[in-house]
């Protein structure tokens, strides 16, 4: 074991990470991490510091009709559009440091697997049915009219840019015949709607199921649960199957090799969540370890989105779980797998703008991943969301604002008390110091340091991200003050005394290390090995090409080997005295305020010349 290796005691406790699924349409921009990807992170980097055994998931949500659009567009096809941005997203998700077990696909053979599995499990106990209904046409090719090629006014909020299968505005699931006035976004003409035979999901037989299980749900965001319950006032049977060739075929005889019949996109999306554990557990040698984070009834499933995305989390994910387990009005006996847990809670964020509007890629209101980690540091990003994030109400990103968080904040407050406390242990010892007899405000420091755990990791746990970085930046703010109050550069007449306020800085530096560690990850590496720490502190995300396990085909994964990292959520002693220190670097970059006229007229520049048609 390495020297100040102590490892927290592991518990039984499972937590499965379920963290929503990046569409495959275009690079993400960093309004959809900040919903989605770093707070999902944050909560299992604490959990797994905790002890606490995290199985994180996700991977790129590939079918639905933006896809076939965007390869029409390019004239290649959806999968090598699927192909071309899973590995860019898998790109941007890595190097942002989110450390996820497994992320994975929807185009492998295992998630189709699972997916009619669950279809098939439904179909079994009753609640998914066959029903004619009215399908749309083009009436001069007589072709099928995909849903989100057709567009009109939201019968629900009156929007008028809903389209067939959703309204952006209000967030309904809508059904193309639902829609007012709807209209072809090919070419303007009105479609004809003729009868066909589609699969519907019978919402309104998990009414009391859901509002059962929603009834003991108190501790979820207000507006979350209210959200959630609202849905319950009206629910129809909604379509399982839509028109499109592109998606998991509907395991059917007579309907497995139609071209034109496929699962509706966003029914086997959540699906991913399960598929994605049974490939980890395959990935892993057991294939059978999944059980424990789905089955175990006392393990916790947490789901992660941003709130444009709390309907398929709270009503429809569920709803496909009661129905496979036989929990709905119609009863029924579990699928093959067994009876699945329901979600935990659904974590749902609000929305960040950019300067004032809604990010948009089409009207290039928006700054990708990839953009701002080749200008910025990732930490410094993941520092802006977890403090001033959108955790619970709209949130504005500007870049004053980020200016002022990285520059006042990271590197003023938390950089330069590493800087100065390193620096002065480096240069007047060479190695951490030996600390002498501990005065009333030496104690009073590590009292303050190593009892932020609780609190901070109490208000972690609630997923309260933003008081918690908050609480953990006021402890940094007290680590500072008594460094000024101590004074030990002027204590070169007493070295006794200034070696002891050094290792007193030194080890509230390592407490509050470790307390910024879920959100700071790269930096919380480089601290630690200022502190004369060596090996891994926070595992960093690794990307491995990888194949299909069924069909062979390549694919890159993001995966990790998260248990080998020493940080735990407690404090924990710096290396012995006489472990060498070196003068350090500085962990964060200074930003130069002239970055917020040249990123604002990065904007203005894009805002003219929009052509990309992502949301
Ligand atoms: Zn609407």
């Known amino acids: 074991?390495?020297?100040?290796?102590?490892?927290?005691?592991?518990?039984?406790?499972?937590?499965?990470?379920?963290?929503?699924?990046?569409?495959?349409?275009?690079?993400?921009?960093?309004?959809?991490?900040?919903?989605?990807?770093?707070?999902?992170?944050?909560?299992?980097?604490?959990?797994?510091?905790?002890?606490?055994?995290?199985?994180?998931?996700?991977?790129?949500?590939?079918?639905?009709?933006?896809?076939?659009?965007?390869?029409?567009?390019?004239?290649?096809?959806?999968?090598?559009?699927?192909?071309?941005?899973?590995?860019?997203?898998?790109?941007?998700?890595?190097?942002?440091?989110?450390?996820?077990?497994?992320?994975?696909?929807?185009?492998?053979?295992?998630?189709?697997?699972?997916?009619?599995?669950?279809?098939?499990?439904?179909l079994k106990n009753g609640y998914v049915f066959p029903q004619t209904t009215l399908g749309a046409i083009s009436p001069s090719t007589g072709r099928t009219l995909p849903d989100r090629y057709i567009e009109g006014t939201c019968p629900i909020c009156g929007y008028d840019g809903a389209r067939g299968d959703q309204c952006d505005n209000c967030g309904n699931q809508l059904d193309p015949i639902d829609l007012v006035n709807p209209v072809s976004r090919i070419n303007g003409e009105t479609p004809k709607f003729v009868e066909e035979e589609h699969y519907f999901l019978d919402l309104p037989a998990f009414t009391r199921a859901l509002g059962d299980w929603l009834g003991t749900r108190g501790s979820w965001r207000p507006n979350v649960l209210n959200f959630s319950v609202n849905l319950l006032e009206d629910l129809k049977p909604r379509s399982y199957t839509r028109d499109i060739d592109w998606g998991v075929p509907v395991p059917l005889d007579g309907w497995r090799d139609r071209p034109d019949k496929r699962?509706?996109?966003?029914?086997?999306?959540?699906?991913?969540?399960?598929?994605?554990?049974?490939?980890?557990?395959?990935?892993?040698?057991?294939?059978?370890?999944?059980?424990?984070?789905?089955?175990?009834?006392?393990?916790?499933?947490?789901?992660?989105?941003?709130?444009?995305?709390?309907?398929?989390?709270?009503?429809?994910?569920?709803?496909?779980?009661?129905?496979?387990?036989?929990?709905?009005?119609?009863?029924?006996?579990?699928?093959?797998?067994?009876?699945?847990?329901?979600?935990?809670?659904?974590?749902?964020?609000?929305?960040?703008?950019?300067?004032?509007?809604?990010?948009?890629?089409?009207?290039?209101?928006?700054?990708?991943?990839?953009?701002?980690?080749?200008?910025?540091?990732?930490?410094?990003?993941?520092?802006?969301?977890a403090?001033?994030?959108?955790?619970?109400?709209?949130?504005?990103?500007?870049?004053?604002?980020?200016?002022?968080?990285?520059?006042?904040?990271?590197?003023?407050?938390?950089?330069?008390?590493?800087?100065?406390?390193?620096?002065?242990?480096?240069?007047?010892?060479?190695a951490v110091p030996t600390p002498g007899e501990l005065t009333d405000a030496d104690r009073a420091l590590l009292a303050t340091t190593s009892g932020a755990f609780d609190a901070v990791g109490d208000l972690l746990s609630r997923n309260r991200q933003k008081a918690a970085a908050t609480e953990a930046m006021r402890v940094v703010g007290e680590a500072n003050k008594y460094l000024s109050d101590q004074a030990p550069w002027k204590l070169k007449e007493d070295p006794d005394r200034r070696d002891t306020v050094l290792h007193t800085a030194l080890q509230a530096i390592k407490d509050c290390n470790a307390l910024l560690t879920p959100f700071l990850p790269h930096s919380a590496?480089?601290?630690?090995?200022?502190?004369?720490?060596?090996?891994?502190?926070?595992?960093?995300?690794?990307?491995?090409?990888?194949?299909?396990?069924?069909?062979?085909?390549?694919?890159?994964?993001?995966?990790?080997?998260?248990?080998?990292?020493?940080?735990?959520?407690?404090?924990?002693?710096?290396?012995?005295?006489?472990?060498?220190?070196?003068?350090?670097?500085?962990?964060?970059t200074k930003l130069d305020p002239s970055i917020v006229e040249e990123e604002l007229a990065r904007l203005e520049e894009k805002g003219t010349s929009g052509t990309d048609g992502g949301a």
């Open 263 to 385: 699962i509706y996109v966003w029914f086997d999306a959540v699906v991913g969540y399960l598929s994605a554990s049974i490939e980890w557990a395959r990935r892993s040698g057991d294939p059978e370890a999944w059980r424990q984070w789905w089955q175990a009834p006392d393990s916790d499933a947490y789901y992660f989105m941003g709130k444009d995305n709390i309907v398929f989390h709270s009503e429809i994910w569920p709803a496909q779980l009661l129905g496979y387990n036989g929990e709905g009005d119609k009863g029924g006996t579990p699928g093959s797998y067994g009876r699945l847990n329901l979600p935990t809670e659904v974590v749902s964020s609000e929305f960040l703008t950019m300067e004032g509007r809604k990010f948009s890629s089409s009207r290039n209101v928006v700054i990708y991943v990839r953009d701002f980690l080749s200008r910025y540091d990732a930490d410094a990003l993941r520092y802006f969301i």
């Open 387 to 430: 403090v001033a994030g959108p955790e619970n109400q709209d949130t504005d990103f500007t870049w004053a604002e980020f200016l002022r968080r990285n520059n006042d904040e990271l590197v003023a407050g938390w950089g330069n008390l590493v800087n100065r406390s390193v620096s002065m242990a480096a240069k007047n010892v060479g």
């Open 1 to 122: 074991m390495d020297a100040g290796h102590y490892p927290q005691a592991v518990t039984d406790r499972h937590i499965l990470t379920a963290v929503a699924w990046p569409y495959a349409n275009g690079p993400r921009h960093i309004g959809h991490v900040s919903g989605f990807g770093v707070p999902s992170d944050v909560f299992s980097r604490f959990h797994r510091m905790s002890g606490d055994q995290v199985l994180m998931v996700s991977g790129t949500d590939e079918h639905g009709t933006p896809i076939t659009v965007a390869a029409d567009a390019e004239g290649i096809t959806p999968r090598q559009i699927a192909d071309r941005n899973n590995r860019v997203i898998v790109d941007d998700l890595a190097s942002l440091g989110l450390s996820y077990d497994l992320f994975t696909r929807t185009t492998t053979a295992n998630h189709r697997a699972v997916s009619q599995e669950i279809f098939l499990g439904l």
């Open 525 to 588: 590496q480089q601290v630690h090995e200022l502190l004369g720490g060596t090996g891994v502190w926070s595992a960093a995300p690794q990307v491995v090409e990888t194949e299909d396990l069924d069909d062979g085909s390549p694919y890159p994964i993001i995966t990790g080997a998260y248990d080998q990292a020493q940080a735990v959520w407690a404090s924990t002693p710096l290396p012995p005295p006489g472990t060498p220190l070196a003068p350090p670097k500085p962990v964060f």
